[in-house]
């Protein structure tokens, strides 16, 4: 605690005597100091005991005391000491009712005690306030300290949290709260997820204080790590503002969860390198061998149908980085193995077959769906079919599929087997398939525009009754001779048979691209 006014009233060697304001006297005293200016306000920071003889001041007029001693107060002033025997034998009556009116504490300082001896005093406790408040901290830095090797994060939190008689709180790269003490603060801090969002979206390191209502408590966010997106945050929640102690705790925390989390990079680099081998060992087509590599890291991965996602992005992007968290965020709140290899502008994720991971990367890319900036900056995701070790680079050629798909429509995310179940001829959309059509229909149209017939629409009809010219003929509403010469006028201006499949097909197909383009 900081000096006060009642310690230093209780200092055997000052014999200070209190003459007014005896109820406000525990008010912490941050400096003495003394000045015999008229109006020495311009010069106080607030919490000083301003000690004066009266050399400058009538201090017998009432109505100037009141001025005097008002300022002092309003100033911030938490004491006035004055000196007797030196201008005054006594404190003028008029100082001591301005005082007492204004609820100043003022205190009589002997002849015998010099301000210097009060200074003194003042200094030396707040001193050994400092000395006090950096011991705590250092014995806290130890405490937490051990708490981190014995426990982990968890232990540090609960030792956190009774350092500063608070909570605290641990969030991951997502934002998701990981761990909590005591156990009731998880509610309390999960309801800052927005605030943390915001403090990860700045540089590392990086703070900020939220304020709560009257009834809840203050509470301080820290980033941790060193690099450009923080891959986590703490949360402190006390009372009231920490003192120098509570301050040298926090800050301890903050270091040694950044050196966890360093360290935790560390690590994840490495499982992120075995992560590589082993799809790489998948694609080549030797599961025997990447079971072998993965051991306990992603064994259990293997063990059942998995999925495999391909993301394209801009290379070490936000895009990219945000569904790498999102997808090993998920893994470690629901315990889940999952493979995650960044490749560039690509990044790989191999997660299982209907698990939270691969909910978790839907659920990113449908968040992000309307919210793309610029087409290069946009996120786009290809999702394989389920699949086994062996089937591995099926799935994966199926993710690439699936991705190229997504771009072409100027979609976030789409499955596989989405396409296997629908229709092909929303991929006739695309301008290159339009391009196409529109040369190889070109003079088909050209001829049908100058009024000599309607080999175009009649194409159409033979076509869609597998060339059957009766049905045709009579979709057409005319004889089956006149639609064999249009069919040989068809044959005639596009120099193709008929009779080969690849034509008929390639034909049908512009057909289609056209009539959903008019469509």
Same mark, same amino acid.
């Given at each position: 605690?900081?000096?006060?006014?009642?310690?230093?009233v209780?200092?055997?060697?000052?014999?200070?005597?209190?003459?007014?304001?005896?109820?406000?006297?525990?008010?912490?005293?941050?400096w003495?100091?003394?000045?015999?200016?008229?109006?020495?306000v311009?010069?106080?920071?607030?919490?000083?005991?301003?000690?004066?003889?009266?050399?400058?001041?009538?201090?017998?007029?009432?109505?100037?005391?009141?001025?005097?001693v /008002?300022?002092?107060?309003?100033?911030?002033?938490?004491?006035?000491?004055?000196?007797?025997?030196?201008?005054?034998?006594?404190?003028?009556e008029?100082?001591v009712?301005?005082? +007492?009116?204004?609820?100043?504490?003022?205190?009589?300082?002997?002849?015998?005690t010099?301000?210097?001896?009060?200074?003194?005093?003042?200094?030396?406790?707040?001193?050994?306030?400092?000395?006090?408040?950096v011991?705590?901290?250092?014995?806290?830095?130890?405490?937490?300290?051990?708490?981190?090797?014995?426990?982990g994060?968890?232990g540090?939190?609960?030792?956190?949290?009774?350092?500063?008689d608070?909570?605290?709180?641990?969030?991951d790269?997502?934002?998701a709260?990981?761990?909590?003490?005591?156990?009731w603060?998880?509610?309390?801090?999960?309801?800052?997820?927005?605030?943390?969002?915001?403090?990860?979206?700045r540089?590392?390191?990086?703070?900020?204080?939220?304020?709560?209502?009257?009834d809840?408590?203050?509470?301080?966010?820290?980033?941790?790590g060193?690099?450009? +997106?923080?891959?986590?945050?703490?949360a402190?929640?006390t009372?009231?503002?920490?003192?120098?102690?509570?301050?040298?705790?926090?800050?301890?925390?903050?270091?040694?969860?950044?050196?966890?989390?360093?360290?935790?990079r560390?690590?994840h680099?490495?499982?992120?390198?075995?992560?590589?081998?082993?799809?790489?060992?998948?694609?080549?087509?030797?599961?025997?061998?990447?079971?072998?590599?993965?051991?306990?890291?992603?064994?259990?991965?293997?063990?059942?149908p998995? +999925?495999?996602?391909?993301?394209?992005?801009?290379?070490?992007?936000?895009a990219?980085?945000?569904?790498a968290?999102a997808?090993?965020?998920?893994?470690?709140?629901?315990?889940?193995a999952?493979?995650?290899?960044?490749e560039g502008?690509?990044?790989?994720?191999l997660?299982?077959?209907?698990?939270?991971?691969v909910?978790?990367?839907?659920?990113?890319?449908?968040?992000?769906?309307?919210?793309?900036?610029?087409?290069?900056?946009e996120?786009?995701?290809?999702?394989?079919?389920?699949?086994?070790?062996?089937?591995?680079?099926?799935?994966? /050629?199926q993710?690439?599929?699936a991705?190229?798909?997504?771009?072409?429509?100027?979609?976030?995310?789409?499955?596989?087997?989405q396409?296997?179940?629908?229709?092909?001829?929303?991929?006739?959309?695309?301008?290159?398939? /339009?391009?196409?059509a529109?040369?190889?229909?070109?003079?088909?149209?050209?001829?049908?525009?100058?009024?000599?017939?309607d080999?175009?629409?009649?194409?159409?009809?033979w076509l869609?009754?597998?060339g059957?010219?009766?049905?045709?003929?009579?979709?057409?509403?005319?004889h089956?001779?006149?639609l +064999?010469?249009?069919?040989?006028?068809?044959?005639?201006?596009?120099?193709?048979?008929?009779d080969d499949?690849?034509?008929?097909?390639?034909?049908?197909?512009?057909? /289609?691209?056209?009539?959903?383009?008019?469509?």
């Open positions: 605690m900081p000096p006060t006014l009642a310690s230093l209780h200092h055997s060697a000052l014999k200070l005597t209190v003459r007014a304001g005896e109820d406000r006297l525990d008010a912490p005293v941050r003495a100091h003394a000045s015999e200016l008229a109006d020495p311009p010069y106080m920071e607030g919490g000083e005991l301003l000690l004066i003889t009266a050399l400058k001041l009538d201090a017998e007029d009432r109505e100037a005391m009141r001025r005097y /008002k300022r002092l107060a309003g100033a911030g002033v938490v004491g006035l000491g004055f000196a007797v025997g030196v201008h005054y034998d006594d404190i003028p008029a100082l009712e301005a005082a +007492r009116e204004e609820g100043l504490p003022l205190l009589e300082v002997p002849r015998r010099p301000f210097l001896a009060i200074s003194k005093a003042v200094s030396a406790a707040i001193a050994a306030d400092q000395y006090r408040a011991t705590a901290g250092f014995a806290a830095q130890r405490e937490l300290t051990r708490q981190t090797l014995t426990d994060p968890e540090l939190l609960a030792a956190l949290a009774a350092q500063v608070g909570w605290a709180a641990l969030y790269a997502s934002g709260v990981v761990a909590a003490a005591p156990d603060a998880a509610r309390r801090a999960a309801r800052l997820t927005v605030e943390v969002t915001r403090l990860r979206e540089p590392a390191p990086a703070s900020s204080v939220v304020a709560g209502p009257e809840e408590d203050r509470v301080e966010l820290h980033s941790l060193t690099g450009r +997106r923080p891959r986590a945050a703490l402190v929640g009372a009231a503002a920490p003192g120098t102690a509570e301050r040298y705790a926090v800050h301890s925390a903050v270091a040694l969860l950044t050196l966890t989390t360093e360290r935790s560390s690590l680099a490495a499982e992120q390198r075995i992560g590589a081998a082993v799809l790489r060992m998948l694609l080549a087509g030797e599961p025997d061998h990447a079971r072998a590599v993965a051991g306990d890291l992603y064994g259990a991965l293997l063990d059942a998995f +999925r495999i996602i391909v993301a394209q992005g801009e290379a070490n992007g936000d990219l980085g945000a569904l968290e997808a090993e965020s998920a893994a470690a709140r629901s315990g889940e999952v493979l995650v290899v960044p502008e690509r990044l790989v994720v997660a299982a077959d209907g698990g939270t991971v909910g978790a990367c839907c659920d990113h890319a449908a968040a992000r769906e309307g919210a793309r900036k610029t087409d290069d900056d996120l786009v995701v290809g999702l394989s079919a389920p699949a086994g070790p062996i089937a591995a680079s099926a799935a994966y /050629k993710a690439e599929q991705l190229s798909v997504a771009r072409r429509r100027g979609r976030v995310l789409v499955e596989h087997e396409m296997a179940a629908g229709s092909v001829l929303p991929l006739l959309a695309d301008d290159a398939v /339009k391009a196409f529109d040369g190889l229909l070109r003079a088909l149209r050209d001829h049908d525009a100058t009024g000599r017939g080999l175009v629409a009649s194409l159409r009809a869609s009754r597998h059957q010219w009766d049905a045709a003929a009579a979709d057409l509403g005319v089956r001779p006149t +064999r010469y249009r069919m040989r006028r068809v044959e005639e201006i596009l120099g193709r048979s008929l499949p690849d034509v008929r097909m390639e034909l049908w197909l512009a057909l /289609k691209a056209t009539s959903a383009d008019t469509a």
